[in-house]
């Protein structure tokens, strides 16, 4: 441990977990708090690390037991946060930590005239994971209750109707066998503001920056509020909302990756037994192997 | 560095290139051999770590540079190989390391039905990268003039059709502007005697194994000879083959890594530049921090 005061007992870097009965409201959620962890930066760099082996474990055992199979466990992990929050170190060193061959990351950018033609889950439900698969959707469905309320793209009415069919849609996911994990990045309104002026700093950064961002930007309070009232309509049962303080990036990655875990634990995926004669299979090769 | 005696020298694992005019065989190959790199286990795990900083650096400059776009470059990385040869082992340390954002592997299994009903590359040209990406092919388009070959479900003129198509589907990604890198991951008959043992001896490792593959092993000198044929075939100027020794898989790992790097290089991506009046944008932006 790089860190010589870390706790000596395990922690649980949890964030914030939202009830199905939540009345709170996302402001009141500090983001630069570390919800069942102690410790700065240094030990939350070794706990991200430290916990990638149990993760490799998990993962393995998901894909060995699930994949390629008509039916079975999977995971999808749903990633949502104002620009700037994170989402891109998430899919870095969170999922890019997984082997690459157990999981689909989706990224979803704005719809194209074919998708809008359609109800908003038409584009989203195809990337649903397969069996043993881990799905990340980065950004997601959920954006067609955020930015289409704080626009004012969709009604009252509508926006109700979306969060049904979300939780509707999301249960169903459920029913099929896959673990719904959602992680809201939450920062605040000033770290914002540094990392945008990072990248409009940094000729190598100014790619990721769009005026757009900044027109958003303005619309900080709507935005909040529609956060809220997605938060309290959708996290049910089957698919609870977890917001992550993210003004810490270091502590979103470990709370994110906490979360996956625990998706991975509640499946407890074991190694599929042998569809074959082990030692009849053993005979077989090592009768090719006499030649070497 | 912890090998002490690693040269000072920069080392360049090149694998064995196939020329345009090849008329080898590659069982005159040596599976153990590491041309272009002096040092054991140790030397080329430190250089595989070592070089991850230059990769991810040239991967994000091709993201940023090209992604969105309606064209520009892109890489295909083509890993073909026998059961065993190491192709999960590639995806997850080379593959892996890289931003999983950028990445997108395409593992083929045996053709579904439908696949079967159109021809052989009406199932691959869908998953060729897009501006800005990083494309994978875990097995490939080359399974059809292998496993056809050896089993004799094409014909030599069938198959000599399917490796001109498969040139001209190549000259046609490259002309599009995707760099095409082929590896061949080669090892010896012994070698896979051995990692089908381990896979059979840990039952963690049994849902890796079917009985089919010791009926492939056994086809073995049909599939050197098939090999041969197709590296002879279509290793082409557009699209050139590297064969890497693979027995020793820390070898495979940085031959493939640097396969990854020369293509990256070559098309030598740039941070794009702002498409916005940062000055202005600076302005708009202070003018949002001013509450905070």
Redesign the interface.
């Known amino acids: 441990m790089s860190h010589e005061h870390a706790s000596a007992a395990p922690q649980t870097p949890t964030g914030y977990r939202i009830p199905t009965t939540w009345t709170g409201d996302v402001l009141e959620l500090d983001p630069r708090g570390t919800p069942g962890f102690e410790g700065g930066k240094a030990a939350g760099v070794d706990h991200l690390v430290a916990a990638d082996a149990e993760l490799d474990d998990l993962q393995e055992r998901l894909y060995?037991?699930h994949h390629g199979n008509g039916s079975g466990r999977s995971v999808l992990l749903v990633v949502q946060g104002m620009d700037t929050s994170g989402k891109?170190g998430i899919?870095?060193h969170v999922?890019?930590a997984v082997?690459?061959?157990g999981?689909h990351?989706t990224?979803f950018k704005a719809p194209t005239d074919e998708e809008k033609s359609h109800d908003f889950l038409w584009r989203i439900a195809p990337h649903a994971p397969a069996p043993g698969m881990i799905g990340v959707f980065?950004r997601s469905h959920y954006e067609d209750v955020l930015i289409h309320k704080v626009h004012g793209w969709a009604d009252d009415t509508e926006i109700d109707r979306r969060y049904d069919a979300i939780n509707a849609f999301e249960q169903e996911l459920t029913d099929r066998g896959t673990v719904v994990v959602k992680v809201l990045l939450h920062i605040?309104?000033?770290e914002q503001?540094k990392r945008?002026?990072e990248r409009?700093?940094r000729?190598?950064k100014?790619?990721?920056?769009?005026?757009a961002d900044?027109d958003e930007?303005?619309l900080w309070p709507a935005y909040m509020d529609a956060t809220t009232a997605a938060l309290s309509a959708t996290s049910t049962e089957a698919a609870p909302w977890t917001v992550v303080p993210a003004d810490r990036k270091w502590y979103a990655r470990i709370a994110v990756q906490e979360r996956l875990l625990e998706a991975l634990r509640s499946i407890d995926p074991q190694?599929?037994?042998?569809d074959?004669d082990?030692d009849e299979?053993?005979a077989?090769?090592?009768a090719?192997?006499t030649?070497?």
């Open positions: 060995a037991q891109g899919m870095r999922v890019g082997d690459p061959q999981v990351i990224a980065d605040s309104h000033a503001g945008l002026l409009l700093e000729p190598d100014h790619w990721k920056f769009n005026p900044i930007r303005q190694w599929p037994a042998a074959f082990v299979q053993l077989r090769l090592r090719t192997m030649e070497d």
